[in-house]
Nanobody, 128 residues
């Protein structure tokens, strides 16, 4: 079982950058595909980025929402049991609570229902 814990959120001006981290407990972290989702006030939770399980696919395969392609990068460090979301060129519309999730499947899935474990979320606020 993996329990994701997010960190790194905060307040940033438009055009700025933030890096979110997601630490996962357990020795089987590399066997999980990992994803980032976000939810803005009054909106549905939406997919942001995902990365495949490491030991099956080498962890290199990724998937991104169109709205963040070219600006956000997901990566994983299995030695540290951590997944990162590097967010550049941030826009006010990126403001949301960002959630990290773990998928026991191969990944990288864009479907929230396929994820088995979820973190509590971290707030990202982008001011204009």
């Amino acid at each position: 079982q993996v329990q994701p814990v997010e960190s790194g959120g905060g307040l940033v001006q438009a055009g700025g950058s933030l890096r979110l981290s997601c630490a996962g407990s357990g020795r089987t972290f590399s066997s999980y595909a990992m994803g980032w989702f976000r939810q803005a006030p009054g909106k549905e939770r939406e997919f942001v980025a995902a990365i495949a399980a490491a030991f099956i696919w080498g962890g290199g395969e990724t998937s991104y929402a169109d709205s963040v392609k070219g600006r956000f990068t997901i990566s994983r460090d299995n030695a540290k049991n951590t997944v990162y979301l590097q967010m550049n060129s941030l826009k006010p519309e990126d403001t949301a609570v960002y959630y990290c999730a773990a998928d026991r499947g191969r990944g990288p899935s864009i479907v929230a229902q396929e994820y088995d474990y979820w973190g509590q979320g971290t707030q990202v606020t982008v001011s204009s």
